[in-house]
């Protein structure tokens, strides 16, 4: 099963132009994760928020969390063509086991230099 | 954290064989483990929960009699589909979760790509 959604499916900007993607989900959660995956590859761990948290940010990445409406959004910076990449959010859902995380169903970005 | 590995990196198998792949934990005991299935421009399908020392836990719809998950030590974890279908080629990923020491961040091995002819 997955847990939500995410937009826009796919995204296409220009090299230095920001890109934002967006994930919502349905249950109440612990932590929320972004991942991203290069074509048949396997996946990479981005950034971590937990649910007290409303944002985070790791070098070029912001991600922001909004627990009252399900959602989250991570923002890349002046984006570069080895951005090119799946992204994908995973959450966990309290009341099952800790360790069990979902996937969302992904943006595929690409930048073009 | 963790570095997972996965063997074999791809594989091509006629319809009808069994197929095993597997998942190691090369430097973390992992007393459990997740089976992922990916299709072509889809996301990660949690598949199963590999237990190290007991059943595997598999998510609703997953033929467990299909896909055998055996958990043989804290650093071993292998899926093996058995009479495989060309509906079953797909991208295999395993990982493994960090655990409270690590918010739950999950680490994923490399995947394993199969196609059933």
């Known amino acids: 099963s997955q847990q939500g959604e995410e937009d826009p499916q796919a995204l296409s900007i220009q090299e230095g132009e920001n890109a934002t993607m967006n994930c919502s989900y349905k249950?109440?959660?612990?932590?929320l994760q972004w991942y991203r995956q290069n074509s048949g590859r396997g996946l990479v761990h981005l950034i971590l928020?937990?649910?007290?948290?409303r944002e985070k940010h790791s070098g070029r990445l912001r991600v922001t969390l909004d627990t009252s409406k399900k959602s989250s959004s991570l923002l890349i910076t002046a984006s570069r063509a080895a951005d090119t990449a799946s992204y994908f959010c995973?959450?966990?859902?309290?009341?099952?086991?800790?360790?069990?995380?979902?996937f969302g169903p992904g943006t595929s970005l690409s930048v073009i230099p | 954290g963790a570095v997972v590995s996965q063997h074999p990196s791809w594989v091509i198998c006629k319809s009808g064989t069994s197929v095993k792949i597997e998942c190691r934990s090369l430097?973390?005991?992992?007393?459990?483990m997740f089976w992922y299935r990916q299709f072509p421009k889809q996301s990660l399908m949690l598949m199963a929960t590999?237990?190290?020392?007991?059943?595997?836990?598999?998510e609703q719809g997953v033929e467990k009699d299909k896909f055998l998950i055996n958990h043989a030590s804290l650093t071993l974890s292998t899926l093996t589909v058995t009479s495989a279908h060309p509906e079953d080629s797909s991208f295999y990923i395993c990982?493994?979760?960090?655990?409270?020491?690590?918010?739950?961040?999950?680490?994923f091995g490399p995947g394993t790509r199969l196609t059933v002819l």
């Open positions: 990982s493994i979760p960090g655990g409270v020491g690590f918010y739950n961040e999950q680490f």
């Open positions: 590999s237990n190290e020392g007991s059943k595997a836990t598999y």
């Open positions: 249950t109440s959660i612990n932590n």
């Open positions: 995973a959450t966990d859902a309290v009341g099952t086991s800790y360790d069990k995380v979902i």
């Open positions: 928020i937990r649910s007290n948290e």
């Open positions: 430097d973390f005991q992992a007393t459990t």
